[in-house]
């Protein structure tokens, strides 16, 4: 086994402090170090999980969902977040601060827009 492992990912936006305050209250992660203009932020202790840290771009242009034409900032990446509640999950996202996209392309998946234009899909396993 690579003695290397996935530890962060890193997502830039035009407001590190508020977009980190967004995925605090979606996610129950913590506050693990911050300075100004960075935030990393991860599971509480004693759990596991992928953090996430958020870096302040005064020249962050938001992504479109879905990609359209080439002029414009394609998505490059996007968060999976599994949810038990589907419709629960996706109201309260959306009170946090998420716009949900117009375009939804499953029905087991909600994919929805956070504070900085980012998108991240809220989805569930289909009962077995």
């Known amino acids: 086994m690579s003695p290397t492992k996935l530890s962060t990912v890193v997502l830039d936006a035009h407001d590190a402090h508020e977009l980190a305050g967004f995925y605090l209250r979606l996610l129950g ?17 004693g759990t596991e999980g992928t953090s996430l840290a958020f870096e302040t771009e005064p020249a962050y ?3 479109v969902w879905p990609g359209r034409d080439l002029g ?6 996007h968060l999976d977040i599994e949810v038990d509640d589907l419709a629960a999950e996706t109201a309260r996202a959306v009170t946090e601060g998420a716009r949900l996209a117009e375009y939804q392309p499953q029905d087991d998946v909600r994919v929805l827009l956070d504070p900085s234009g980012h998108p991240f899909c809220l989805w569930t396993r289909a009962p077995q």
């Open 29 to 45: 992660y913590v506050v693990r170090a911050e300075e100004p203009g960075w935030v990393l932020t991860g599971p509480p202790p």
């Open 61 to 63: 242009v938001p992504p």
């Open 72 to 77: 414009d900032q394609q998505m490059m990446l």
